[in-house]
């Protein structure tokens, strides 16, 4: 995985990635320098000295006293070198460094003229020593330089980037909620004006666009909840009614049943509307709760045959919002009905887990895999693919873990794990 790197960290490795190439090509450059100057001046001296030789030769005028400091010469018979030192009498002619009998380096020169050969050697060691001694000081202030350089970038970095983490510092504290202008007088740079220009237009689009989800939400509360609520008690009062009977009866517990699936939904589609400080939780009996929503699908279940209950033998609690487990085991129950034929629903409550088994058709691996996709509908589904996601969007909500699994013995068994912080 790539790792990320702050702003500032980047500025500053640029500068001073930049800053190092510069000091190091400089350095480079210097010690090249050095070198040349140095075989440059001593092959100029040596040259120079060498080609006074032969005339002072022709004149009687040999003398084998350093001309100047550090300088050796050498003027003997062409016939008989004997007279020069071994590396001298090896080394042809021309300027050249070469390697002393003690080991040392010194800069020779050698030209045979007028029956005679000229010798001449510069001892190069002091020479070396203000080379090294330049080379010291030319690294040494290399070093200065790259240090300073550093410490600039560190500061440069601080200083050019202090608007950006103004901005920063100020977005971590926006609240959708409560909008402000981002856009404030410290932010001096224009870039830094055009982000906040920026976040400032798009938080007056998020807010517009709350506005309007505030009042979806409001219009479902009011418009939805009231019809449903009658709908559910005029149904409820006829279904008591004893001259209503047969097909009639039917038809207004399915009337009674869809009312109180629309009062599910809407229950779900405002909790999960709501913000954090709306969705309160409250301890709910999980028990009460299996056993209202196994009441509500009986007919159902019974309708295809398939027998529906509900297995929940001690007092069980939950610490959740109003409505989420119902909303939860609504949804769970009526996928477990639709997608079984004949055999059974059974719902288990267990401390921390809650369960619906069906002998259904079960699932493929794709299923597995992707059926709490929102709008995904298997090859054996009929739905509109949007049981399952609301399910795992209300889990989600809550911080719980809803699974699916294949039963061995065929069907499929829905797993929602409660957080340990949930459980009462």
Known sequence: MRAEHSLHSRFFWA??????????SFAVALALFVDVLEEELLARVVRTELQEMPGNADAGSVDHTP????????????TDSRGLPAPLRRMPEGVREITWDDGSDVFAGKLVANGHIHAIVADIQDVERLEQR???IGVGT?????????LFAAWLSRTALR???TLVEELGTLDPASPRPLLVADLQTGEARLIAEAVDRYQDRITRMLEREKSLTDDISHQLRTPASVITTASELIIDDPTVVGLARERVERIARAARRMASVVETLLFLGR???????????????????????????????????????SEQWVIAPPGTLAIVLQNLIENAISFTDRGSVRVVIEPGRMTVEDTGVGLSDVDRDRIFERGYRGDASHGSGLGLDLVRRVCDRVGWRVSAHQRLSGGTRFEVILTPLAIA
């Open 134 to 136: 330049l080379l010291r």
């Open 67 to 78: 001309h100047a400091e550090g300088l050796r010469r050498w003027t003997v018979p062409a």
């Open 275 to 313: 913000d954090d400080s709306v969705n309160v939780p409250v301890a709910v009996d999980m028990r009460a709760v299996v056993n209202d929503t196994v009441e509500l699908y009986l007919p159902v279940a019974h309708a295809k045959a398939i027998e529906l209950h509900g297995e929940c033998d």
């Open 163 to 165: 608007p950006i983490s």
């Open 142 to 150: 290399a070093l200065a330089a790259l240090l300073l350089s550093i």
């Open 15 to 24: 500068i001073g990635i930049i800053v190092g190439l510069l000091v190091t």
